[in-house]
């Protein structure tokens, strides 16, 4: 079956350090694959996304590259903000059919000032 | 503005009481979710729903009941045979379950204690 695995947190960096949030995922086929952020108290917003083999999703300063041949979706951000403190979670789902979201179990981040 | 909108914001259980959570989007998406989100564990699917009048056990199912007679409607709720219901809640929907109609939008979250 598909499943994701995140690095275990939780991760503290300073602020403007760099971030990197390994996910490697096992599935058949083609999947899509997404980041979410959830803020404290809050539910998950989409973070960004990619649906093909060496696409590379981007959004607020973030950025995460769909490596088939390794099977992972590691994100990253080149110098992080206080803002940023969260939980990312790493998702799949895949093409066709009616496969479900498949969550990894996320990864808390905080940045200190 | 589109969107889910969960209420309440928080909710207490007395035992043997049944509660319902509810869930509203008009984002005119067919897929529904719930998923309970406990500390450590990440998020697990309680049940989901592609269309009206349709819907399908996730991987936590026992103890939980939903209906889906409206488009845009989706409550939870959460029966006395659920014996451990304390937890945060989370309503989502997309615009299908396949690929790329998958991306989830979600609500701001329930968060559910007993008393």
């Known amino acids: 079956g598909n499943s994701v695995t995140q690095m275990e947190g939780p991760v503290t960096l300073s602020e403007e350090a760099f971030l990197t949030i390994n996910c490697t995922y096992t599935a058949t086929g083609y999947p899509s694959l997404f980041w979410y952020v959830q803020y404290p108290g809050e539910g998950l917003q989409l973070l960004l996304k990619a649906t093909k083999a060496d696409d590379k999703g981007s959004n607020k300063g973030f950025e995460a590259t769909y490596r088939k041949e390794t099977t992972s979706f590691h994100l990253e951000k080149g110098s992080v903000q206080v803002s940023d403190s969260a939980v990312y979670f790493c998702a799949l789902t895949n093409q066709g059919g009616s496969e479900k979201l498949v969550f990894g179990k996320g990864t808390k981040l905080t940045v200190n000032p | 503005d589109g969107g889910i909108t969960q209420s309440p914001k928080y909710l207490f259980r007395k035992e043997g009481q049944n509660v319902t959570l509810s869930c509203e989007q008009n984002?005119?998406?067919?897929?529904m979710y719930w998923y309970r989100q406990d500390p450590g564990q990440g998020l697990r699917l309680i049940y989901y729903s592609q269309i009206v009048n349709d819907f399908q056990k996730g991987d936590i199912a026992e103890g939980y009941s939903v209906s889906r007679e409206k488009k845009e409607s989706f409550p939870l709720t959460v029966t006395s045979a659920q014996k451990n219901p304390t937890a945060f809640y989370l309503c989502?929907?997309?615009?299908?379950?396949?690929?790329?109609?998958?991306?989830?939008?979600f609500g701001a979250g329930t968060r559910l204690s007993v008393l």
């Open positions: 989502a929907s997309s615009l299908g379950l396949a690929g790329a109609k998958n991306i989830q939008y």
């Open positions: 984002l005119n998406h067919d897929a």
